[in-house]
């Protein structure tokens, strides 16, 4: 069983639509959370940093965490074509070379159609 | 743009050779991160370097070898290339001057690399 569980989808909206993106993860040392969009044929992009439990929003961005269910998600607001892409959750622990080492999940293809 | 840089940005080999990818991290950011990315294992963390010392290792093969340079700069070495080491590797790199830091991490483009 991998340590961080992410349906790969794949997941298609309409434009304006409320898109929720979860993982589940299973080492209780993680307490740091990420979330990454990848483009085709592009690097990841940091899009949402959280540590431990709570919620983050940045636009129509949100981002959560319930580590007692050990349970993220991003919620994306008025989804647009342009957010079309892989989403991918990361994780990583705290505490000597914790830090840094990110642990991903598979990813879920997004898209977003007129 | 991340400010991350990779070369080459593809790269096309035959089994059994060896391959130098090239990554410049961000201007100032001290910590440089490798992971290789394939359809099957998807985004995995290899090694990390901070100012020159590896810091970090996950999952990297023996065939594998990386290293920072005083410029920051960083090479991974593949040697001894199979078949399934054809996937894309990515740079990152963070400031790390706080422990959180370093999980703010910028990915490069990328190298694609293919084994004959």
């Known amino acids: 069983q991998k340590e961080v569980e992410q349906d790969p989808g794949p997941l298609s909206v309409p434009e304006g639509a409320i898109v929720s993106l979860n993982c589940t993860y299973s080492?209780?040392?993680?307490?740091?959370f990420m979330w990454y969009r990848q483009y085709s044929r592009k690097g990841p992009e940091l899009l949402m940093y959280?540590?431990?439990?709570g919620n983050k929003e940045d636009g129509r961005f949100t981002a959560q965490v319930d580590k007692s269910s050990k349970y993220i998600s991003l919620f994306i607001r008025d989804s647009q074509p342009s957010d079309s892409a892989t989403y991918l959750c990361?994780?990583?622990?705290?505490?000597?070379?914790?830090?840094?080492?990110?642990?991903f999940g598979q990813g879920t293809i997004l898209t977003v159609h007129p | 743009d991340s400010g991350v840089t990779q070369t080459p940005k593809h790269l096309i080999t035959a089994t059994g050779q060896r391959v130098t990818l090239r990554c410049s991290p961000r201007s100032g950011d001290l910590s440089v991160y490798w992971y290789q990315q394939s359809l099957d294992q998807g985004l995995q963390f290899l090694i990390q370097?901070?100012?020159?010392?590896?810091?970090a290792k996950g999952n990297i093969l023996e065939r594998f070898s990386a290293q920072q340079f005083p410029d920051l700069h960083s090479e991974l070495n593949l040697s001894s290339l199979e078949l399934g080491d054809s996937a894309l590797y990515f740079c990152?790199?963070?400031?790390?001057?706080?422990?959180?830091?370093?999980?703010?991490?910028?990915f490069g483009p990328g190298t694609r690399l293919t084994v004959l």
């Open positions: 990361a994780m990583s622990g705290a505490g000597g070379t914790s830090y840094g080492k990110l642990t």
């Open positions: 990152a790199s963070s400031g790390g001057l706080a422990g959180g830091l370093y999980n703010e991490q910028f």
């Open positions: 080492n209780s040392a993680f307490q740091y």
């Open positions: 370097y901070y100012n020159g010392e590896e810091r």
């Open positions: 959280t540590y431990s439990s």
